[in-house]
Every structure is written in C-alpha cells, then in structure tokens.
C-alpha cells in the first residue's frame, strides 16, 4: 500500500520530488532507483513478508531505498548509519531482517522472520524503561495516519505556499518538503490512496489545537503550618 505513494504519484517524471541538502531526485529517478532497489533485494533472496534493514545515509536517496523495500512486499527496518555496530547487531537479532542495506551493498542475514501480511516497518520504544522493544506498525495504520496529518490541508488555495515535514519519529528517515500547494500532498486523490481520515476527524483535531490554556498557572496551596 505504501509504496503506491510512489508508484502512482502524479508527477511527471522530470519534475522534482524529493529534496535533501545537496541532492534533488525527479519522480522519474524516484521510481526507476525504488525498483531497482526492488531487484536487488530479490535478487539477494528477499521474500515477501521478510524484512529488508537499510543502514543507508540520511538523505532523499534514503526514501528511495525505503519504497524499493516495499515494492519488494518485505518490512522496512531501519538502521541509524550512527548505531554502534553492537546496537545495531541487537536490533537485528530482535528484528532478524533477510538482509542489511549499506553503503557497500546487502548482506544477507541467517534465520530470517516471516512478518505477518500488511506489516510495512518497524520501530523502537524509547527504552527509557529498559531496552528497546521492537513495534510493528502496518501499511494501512500508517495511510490513515497521514490522511489524519495531511487531510486539514487538502482545502487550502492554490497560492498558499505549504512546507511540511513528515513525522520525525520515523528514526528521521524522511524529510519531505513541500513548497507549493499544486503538490499532490496537498490536495491528495481520494481514498484509494489516503483512506481513513474524515472531516469529523480534522474538525476534532482542530478543535483541540484552538483550545486555550490559562493565563497564569494555579496558585499552590499555602504550606502547612505546625
């Protein structure tokens, strides 16, 4: 579901999509790299349902990598190119990816899992409690969650600049930037590709945001006197 972003975005494929400081990629360059991506991680023996860890730069071609993972129907799991090597050996024993993605190519893993059909990636708790666990999160949970984030702006006009970054929590893997409104994001087609969100929802949403707070804290009580 999520790599239909890509495939199906109605850009043509000479005009700009993606943006990272120092490299610009086309739609074009978007699709024909994700594909690409796609081949090589069948070719290493990838399975549909397997996960596939890119431990990749932080940048466009980043992206394209990770659409390449989901047309190739495995799970993303992403690796911060900073993790210590005995980090990143942790996650991938508690992830257990066919391969790992680097700069100097893939590698594939011993004991792959077989993850249940629609898990699109994986991410981390915050291990503030003990080590980070592993949360599975699916392709349709993650559509309607940009349909609730991105839905407030389908309505704006046509000569309201918009700049929007996707949440970062995604171990910041995608800065997507968008500069004017005649860019699908902002007016997305209908629910095939951003089922979920309706206007009840962003109206909700926006009634919590105009919620005010009060001016001043409340006062304390007074300390006990013995």
């Known amino acids: 579901l999520l790599a239909a972003l890509l495939a199906d975005h109605p850009f043509a494929d000479d ?4 943006h990272s400081p120092g490299l610009t990629i086309t739609a074009g360059e978007a699709r024909a790299g994700a594909q690409a991506m796609a081949e090589r991680l069948r070719a290493a023996g990838v399975q549909p349902g397997q996960g596939a860890a890119l431990q990749l730069p932080n940048d466009a071609s980043f992206i394209v990598s990770m659409f390449g993972v989901w047309l190739a129907d495995a799970v993303f799991v992403p690796v911060n ?10 996650a991938l ?6 391969v790992i993605v680097t700069e100097e190519g893939i590698t594939p893993l011993d004991a792959p899992r077989d993850y249940d059909a629609g898990v699109a990636f994986v991410l981390w708790t915050s291990g503030t ?5 592993p949360i599975l999160h699916t392709h349709s949970a993650y559509l309607e969650l940009l349909d609730r984030v991105l839905g407030p702006l389908r309505n ?5 600049a918009v700049q929007i970054r996707v949440p970062e929590h995604l171990y910041r893997w995608s800065n997507w930037e968008i500069m ?4 699908p994001f902002t007016n997305p087609p209908p629910a095939t590709a951003w089922p979920g969100a309706s ?4 109206r909700s949403s926006s009634s919590r945001s105009r919620k005010r707070m009060p001016r001043h804290p409340p006062r304390r009580p007074p300390p006990c006197r013995r």
Do not use: I, N, Y
């Not at 024993?93 to 066919?98: F, N």
């Not at 704006?156 to 309201?160: L, M, S, Y």
């Not at 004017?180 to 860019?183: A, E, V």
């Open 93 to 98: 024993a508690a992830t257990r990816p066919a």
């Open 199 to 202: 206007a009840s929802m962003a």
């Open 81 to 90: 190119p900073r993790t210590p090597v005995a980090e990143r050996d942790d």
């Open 156 to 160: 704006r006009k046509d000569d309201q």
């Open 180 to 183: 004017t409104s005649s860019d």
């Open 15 to 18: 005009e700009p999509l993606l």
């Open 129 to 133: 409690t003990g080590r980070p666990k």
